[in-house]
């Protein structure tokens, strides 16, 4: 309907019922508990009485995923960047693709409904370079992630029995943890579209050698920043064009904050969210005067320089994730308290510990080559096959032998 009608005001409000309709089931099932709950207890503590008793929904799988990407199919079409698909099995396709619809990557209809139409022949090279991007995707979770987790759970489940030091050493773990949890749960689903002839986004382009908080979210969990950039930020930076630097200022703490929200309706979510936008906020106002200074002395080539900005950047983005790993807000204030007062003798499970940081270092030399020496040491790709399958066996067995295969869901199945 929206496709085919002539009428501005007519298509708009099309557009408009179209996306609300969408968004009824994301709002009931995973926002609507929460405000009949704490409507419930507000009105206890008055000695009120509320008709619905607390109430617990099992959340639809995928939902956030696919509530993404039906919106901005809506509005592609909307907009006249794609048509309208009129084959209700491809649009269900794309919907509901099962690689995609647990964790991403949000895709968009531009890129999939066209591959859809032209379905490829399943192939030798599809299924070589699909099961490499698995591989390397497992990795990242069953030997990375995972044992990270092991000391990161065992810190931030028990705020109270731990020094700042310990919570200090959680903290600067909990971004690579995320990083292998959900990149390597990207590369799985993007390996097995390839392994079906579908090309899928790229998700994450190695973060931690990002010198800024804004080209950090250009590099981590892509899918959803372009999305919130195009369909969020974009319309609210040219709706509040006139007033300038606010106005982008209002853009990105709005962007942010429905970031926050859509991973989860809660305090802790709102406040990491709200601290997203106020580094890349304090970021624009600066970013003029930054580049003046990298200009006059030539900043930018200087290793050290850059060194240090990604270390910023990396301290500010594991301060954020405080609010991300810890339950509630209060957790987050008494973890940020006990890392400035109470220094101590951190908890330290020494097989967990070296294996989280071998694992990061293996991680960090592959990102560190595939960002600087992208050509060099092909390992994967190498034309001799000895050496590729030396690389593939080296992998493998590193899983077999390191992996943790009770280390539970991918993080972001919550969402």
């Avoid at 300038?244 to 309706?265: D, E, K, P």
């Avoid at 790993?325 to 957790?331: G, H, K, N, S």
Wanted: charged share 15%.
């Amino acid at each position: 309907m929206i496709d085919s009608t002539g009428d501005e005001d007519r298509k708009l409000l099309l557009m408009r019922i179209n996306v609300a309709l969408i968004l009824v089931p994301l709002f009931f099932f995973k926002y609507f508990t929460i405000i009949n709950n704490e409507l419930l207890e507000l009105l206890e503590l008055n000695n009120l009485r509320w008709p619905l008793p607390e109430i617990k929904f099992i959340l639809p799988i995928g939902i956030s995923y696919y509530t993404f990407m039906s919106i901005g199919y809506t509005i592609d079409v909307y907009n006249e960047d794609i048509k309208a698909d009129k084959h209700f099995g491809r649009v269900a396709l794309f919907t509901a693709f099962f690689p995609l619809i647990l964790s991403g990557p949000i895709e968009r209809a531009g890129n999939m409904l066209p591959q859809f139409k032209n379905l490829k022949q399943i192939n030798f090279s599809n299924i070589s370079g699909g099961l490499k991007m698995m591989l390397w995707g497992y990795f990242m979770k069953l030997v990375v992630a995972d044992r990270i987790g092991i000391y990161v759970d065992a810190i931030y489940g028990d705020i109270l029995g731990h020094n700042g030091t310990s919570l200090l050493i959680a903290t600067v773990l909990y971004p690579f943890q995320v990083y292998a949890d959900l990149g390597g749960y990207s590369l799985i689903a993007i390996g097995v579209a390839k392994i079906l002839g579908i090309d899928v986004m790229q998700n994450f382009n190695r973060p931690f050698f990002a010198t800024s908080m804004a080209e950090f979210w250009r590099r981590w969990h892509m899918s959803l920043i372009t999305w919130l950039t195009d369909y969020v930020y974009t319309p609210l930076s040219f709706a509040f064009r006139k007033i300038g630097m606010l106005g982008i200022i209002i853009a990105l703490m709005v962007t942010f904050l429905l970031s926050g929200i859509w991973h989860h309706a809660d305090m802790t979510s709102i406040m990491w969210g709200l601290t997203q936008g106020t580094f890349l906020s304090i970021e624009a106002l600066l970013h003029k005067r930054r580049f003046r200074l990298e200009e006059k002395y030539q900043l930018t080539k200087s290793s050290l320089y850059l060194f240090s900005c990604m270390l910023v950047t990396f301290v500010l983005f594991s301060a954020s994730q405080i609010f991300g790993r810890a339950v509630t807000i209060e957790d987050s204030w008494a973890i940020f308290d006990k890392l400035f007062t109470n220094i101590g003798v951190p908890y330290l499970d020494l097989t967990t510990l070296l294996y989280s940081f071998i694992g990061i270092f293996l991680l960090l030399i592959k990102d560190f080559k595939n960002e600087f020496m992208p050509v060099a040491f092909n390992s994967y790709w190498n034309r001799k096959l000895y050496l590729r399958y030396a690389a593939y066996l080296t992998v493998l067995f590193g899983i077999i032998l390191f992996g943790v295969f009770e280390g539970g869901n991918f993080i972001y199945f919550q969402f």
